[in-house]
């Protein structure tokens, strides 16, 4: 009824993992908007921000209490898809795994006293310094988990004799030659598609004809955070592509379907491979891969000649990888074009052109961490350990992970829908216009009069 052990491993853990990185990137970057949106309020003295951070605050509940049900199926499934891989590398990853976990125990427990203690503070800015172990919390459980994964791409701390792991040596193996780049990237990256989402939101409801004054501040905040992240992200990419180039070559050579070692390398831009594997109608940009490489645009820059095909990864991930670039420029143009707009008085920030541009940069963040994560670990193969051990041989051979691929799947459609239902009802019974007047009716006075 189901395919082989291995396939089957491989699309569980997939599954989990595209499922469970939608919660994970959330519960990264909405603390420090939430942060931030707090501390503007209490700096300016707006109400209007302070109700910003109570709502995203909510709603961050939500996520992180789906986020912890699908964290955790990820660490039974390590254990029980990937036996071989444990038994070897999991004696080296367990120290970051744990940070991971006392990280997350970190910041929940600072969460629940940012909940439960608003206006119980004369002075408001204690309860603002409460949202900061959160963001740390929540940063470094991203920072942790990461370093896991740049163990898996460039492993180290350990010597490995046949079966038997000696010369153990964790902190080593976390401050790995791809952790700086991986870690960079992963956390600008969550910091960006937070940001975007919250934007999406902010933009339909003033779509919707909400015109109160909160919508505008949120939108504002929100839109200058997308650009701000948007070229951090960019700048992490560059600092990836050198890793790359230096430590992973292959990897780079299949992003970008580099198949000739040579000087002087062209960017190439879509294209598509015809049955000789060679490139047709693409963009070239000349010699800009060798600049994005190393910095110089006569470089050397390795290709795909030089490796056995059969450590090759895929070649369809080049399309990742440019939607994943694209998805990134497309987010970062947005948030250009909106601040523009702010500027130029003759143009409207709130054009539904624009804000309809706004909505849908929201999924296509989420959609390009997607695409990244997938080119991250298929770029990867066909090594789970990099030099060390292929997928193949890490996969559990019990015949009954199809009917746990079938029983996660049930789980996550139901997190899925109970998530969605919980957070609509959350906000949709408690519109904004009806909380200012109920927390802060002078505002809500103010907001009517305009």
Same mark, same amino acid.
């Given at each position: 009824?189901?395919?082989?052990?291995?396939?089957?491993?491989?699309?569980?853990?997939?599954?989990?993992?595209?499922?469970?990185?939608?919660?994970?990137?959330?519960?990264?970057?909405?603390?420090?908007?939430?942060?931030?949106?707090?501390?503007?309020?209490?700096?300016?003295?707006?109400?209007?921000?302070?109700?910003?951070?109570?709502?995203?605050?909510?709603?961050?509940?939500?996520?992180?209490a789906i986020g912890v049900v699908t964290?955790?199926?990820?660490?039974?499934?390590?254990?029980?898809?990937?036996?071989?891989?444990?038994?070897?590398?999991?004696?080296?990853?367990?120290?970051?795994?744990?940070?991971?976990?006392?990280?997350?125990?970190?910041?929940?427990?600072?969460?629940?006293?940012?909940?439960?203690?608003?206006?119980?503070?004369?002075?408001?800015?204690?309860?603002?310094?409460?949202?900061?172990?959160?963001?740390?919390?929540?940063?470094?459980?991203?920072?942790?988990?990461?370093?896991?994964?740049a163990f898996m791409n460039a492993p180290?701390?350990?010597?490995?004799?046949?079966?038997?792991?000696?010369?153990?040596?964790?902190?080593?193996?976390?401050?790995?030659?791809?952790?700086?780049?991986?870690?960079?990237?992963?956390?600008?990256?969550?910091?960006l598609a937070s940001a975007a989402i919250?934007?999406?939101?902010?933009?339909?409801?003033?779509?919707?004809? *909400?015109? +109160?004054?909160?919508?505008?501040?949120? %939108?504002? =905040?929100?839109? /200058?955070?997308?650009?701000?992240?948007? $070229? &951090?992200?960019?700048?992490?990419?560059?600092?990836?592509?050198?890793?790359?180039?230096?430590?992973?070559?292959?990897?780079?050579?299949?992003?970008?379907?580099?198949?000739?070692?040579?000087?002087?390398?062209?960017?190439?831009?879509?294209?598509?491979?015809?049955?000789?594997?060679?490139?047709?109608?693409?963009?070239?940009?000349?010699?800009?891969?060798?600049?994005?490489?190393?910095?110089?645009?006569?470089?050397?820059?390795?290709?795909?000649?030089?490796?056995?095909?059969?450590?090759?990864?895929?070649?369809?991930?080049?399309?990742?990888?440019?939607?994943?670039?694209?998805?990134?420029?497309?987010?970062?143009?947005?948030?250009?074009?909106?601040?523009?707009?702010?500027?130029?008085? *003759?143009? +409207?920030?709130?054009?539904?052109?624009? %804000?309809? =541009?706004?909505? /849908?940069?929201?999924?296509?963040?989420? $959609? &390009?961490?997607?695409?990244?994560?997938?080119?991250?670990?298929?770029?990867?193969?066909?090594?789970?350990?990099?030099?060390?051990?292929?997928?193949?041989?890490?996969?559990?051979?019990?015949?009954?992970?199809?009917?746990?691929?079938?029983?996660?799947?049930?789980?996550?459609?139901?997190?899925?829908?109970?998530?969605?239902?919980?957070?609509?009802?959350?906000?949709?019974?408690?519109?904004?216009?009806?909380?200012?007047?109920?927390?802060?009716?002078?505002?809500?006075?103010?907001?009517?009069?305009?």
């Open positions: 009824m189901f395919a082989d052990s291995v396939a089957m491993s491989r699309a569980l853990t997939s599954m989990t993992l595209g499922f469970h990185i939608i919660f994970a990137t959330i519960g990264v970057g909405v603390p420090l908007m939430v942060s931030i949106a707090e501390f503007i309020g209490i700096k300016k003295g707006d109400a209007h921000y302070i109700l910003l951070a109570r709502r995203w605050t909510r709603g961050f509940v939500i996520t992180v964290g955790t199926a990820i660490g039974l499934q390590l254990s029980l898809l990937w036996p071989s891989f444990m038994q070897i590398a999991g004696n080296v990853i367990s120290l970051p795994l744990f940070m991971e976990t006392f990280a997350f125990f970190f910041e929940a427990i600072f969460l629940g006293a940012y909940l439960y203690t608003w206006d119980r503070f004369k002075n408001p800015f204690y309860h603002w310094i409460l949202s900061i172990p959160v963001i740390i919390g929540s940063t470094m459980s991203a920072v942790f988990i990461t370093t896991v994964n180290q701390g350990f010597e490995l004799n046949g079966r038997t792991i000696t010369s153990i040596d964790p902190i080593a193996a976390i401050l790995n030659p791809a952790t700086p780049a991986k870690v960079f990237h992963v956390v600008t990256s969550a910091y919250l934007a999406a939101i902010t933009a339909f409801n003033i779509l919707k004809k *909400r015109t +109160n004054p909160y919508y505008k501040k949120a %939108l504002k =905040l929100t839109m /200058i955070s997308t650009l701000v992240f948007a $070229l &951090a992200t960019a700048i992490a990419g560059d600092v990836s592509a050198k890793y790359l180039a230096e430590h992973q070559p292959e990897k780079l050579a299949t992003y970008e379907w580099h198949f000739d070692t040579e000087r002087g390398a062209d960017l190439l831009l879509f294209g598509t491979l015809n049955e000789e594997n060679e490139v047709e109608h693409a963009i070239r940009l000349p010699n800009f891969l060798s600049f994005l490489s190393f910095g110089d645009f006569n470089s050397e820059v390795t290709g795909l000649e030089e490796f056995d095909e059969e450590l090759v990864p895929p070649l369809w991930i080049h399309y990742l990888f440019d939607g994943m670039v694209t998805l990134g420029m497309f987010a970062l143009g947005i948030a250009m074009l909106y601040l523009i707009s702010l500027r130029i008085r *003759r143009w +409207n920030e709130e054009h539904p052109l624009l %804000l309809w =541009l706004i909505i /849908i940069n929201g999924p296509l963040a989420m $959609l &390009a961490i997607e695409f990244g994560w997938i080119l991250a670990e298929v770029g990867r193969q066909p090594w789970i350990l990099r030099g060390y051990m292929k997928v193949a041989e890490a996969a559990t051979t019990s015949p009954h992970v199809g009917w746990m691929f079938l029983l996660f799947l049930g789980l996550y459609i139901i997190l899925g829908v109970i998530g969605v239902r919980v957070l609509r009802k959350l906000f949709k019974n408690n519109p904004v216009e009806l909380e200012l007047e109920q927390r802060f009716p002078h505002i809500a006075k103010k907001d009517d009069g305009q």
